[in-house]
C-alpha cells in the first residue's frame, strides 16, 4: 500500500468552478502537509503548507486536513485557465534519521475557458 | 521565491556517456535533494545531502553518484547513461525552519537513446 494516494485525473473543470483536489495517507506520523503545483515540463512550485488539522486559506486556494480521517483536500475557487496544471500532495513524517517526505502521483486539472 | 537552479533543461544523449546534472540554490539552504519523476508516478527520492561533504541515498536505487563540495552546488553524475535513465530530473533545497520545505528547480528532462 503505498502511503500516500492522489487520485490522477485527469479533472476538468469550466472557468470559475470549485475545484477540490483530495489526497489520504495511511501513515499517522505525518505532521506537515503541502500542496504543490506543476506546470508542464516545469518542477513544482509551493502553493501552500499546513500543520494542524483544520482549513487554511490563501486567496483562491484553500487547503484542509482532517488528521482524524487522514485525508487532505486543496478548494479552489473561481477556477482560471492558468490553474490548469498537475497538482501535488506531500506530506513529511519525523523519523530518527530526520524528516521524510512522501509525495501523492499528482492530479491533473484542466480549466476549460 | 525560491533560487533553484538546473542545468541543461533538456539532455538528449547516447548510451554508454557519463553525463553530469547540474543544481545549483542561492538560498543558503543546506539541504538538498535529487528526485526522479516519472509521468503518472510519486516523485522517487534518490540523493540527498543535509550539509557540505555530506550525501545519503534515498529511497529509490540509482546508479547516479552526488557530491557536495560547496553549499550551493549539488551534482548528480551517471558514469554510463542507459535507455532505463530516461526521465524528469528534479533537485530540489529545503529550509532551515521548523517546515523543512522543499523548494524545486525546473527540472532537467533526459532521454538515453
Known amino acids: 500500500q503505498k502511503e500516500v494516494e492522489q487520485d490522477p485525473g485527469p479533472l476538468s473543470v469550466p472557468e470559475g468552478a470549485i475545484v477540490s483536489l483530495n489526497c489520504t495517507y495511511s501513515?499517522?506520523?505525518?505532521?506537515?502537509f503541502m500542496w504543490y503545483r506543476q506546470y508542464s515540463r516545469k518542477g513544482p512550485e509551493l502553493l501552500m503548507y499546513?500543520?494542524?488539522?483544520g482549513n487554511k486559506e490563501d486567496g483562491r486556494f484553500t487547503a484542509q486536513v482532517d488528521k482524524s480521517s487522514k485525508y487532505i483536500s486543496l478548494f479552489i475557487r473561481d477556477s482560471q485557465p492558468s490553474d490548469s496544471a498537475t497538482y501535488l500532495c506531500?506530506?513529511?513524517?519525523?523519523?530518527?534519521?530526520?524528516?521524510?517526505?512522501?509525495f501523492g502521483t499528482g492530479t491533473s486539472l484542466t480549466v476549460i475557458p | 521565491e525560491a533560487d533553484i537552479y538546473q542545468t541543461p533543461r533538456y539532455l538528449v544523449i547516447g548510451t554508454g556517456k557519463k553525463i553530469t546534472l547540474e543544481c545549483s540554490q542561492t538560498m543558503g539552504h543546506d539541504k538538498m535533494y535529487w528526485y526522479q519523476q516519472d509521468p503518472g508516478m510519486e516523485l522517487h527520492l534518490i540523493h540527498y545531502s543535509y550539509g557540505v561533504n555530506s550525501t545519503e541515498k534515498g529511497d529509490l536505487s540509482s546508479e547516479s553518484t552526488v557530491s557536495r563540495i560547496r553549499t550551493e552546488h549539488f551534482p548528480l553524475t551517471l558514469e554510463s547513461a542507459r535507455p532505463s535513465h530516461t526521465s524528469q530530473y528534479l533537485c530540489a533545497s529545503s529550509t532551515r525552519d521548523i517546515t523543512d520545505t522543499q523548494y524545486f528547480g525546473p527540472g532537467t528532462r533526459l532521454t538515453v537513446l
Open positions: 506531500a506530506m513529511r513524517a519525523r523519523t530518527n534519521t530526520g524528516n521524510q517526505f512522501y
Open positions: 499546513t500543520y494542524s488539522s
Open positions: 501513515n499517522s506520523a505525518f505532521q506537515y
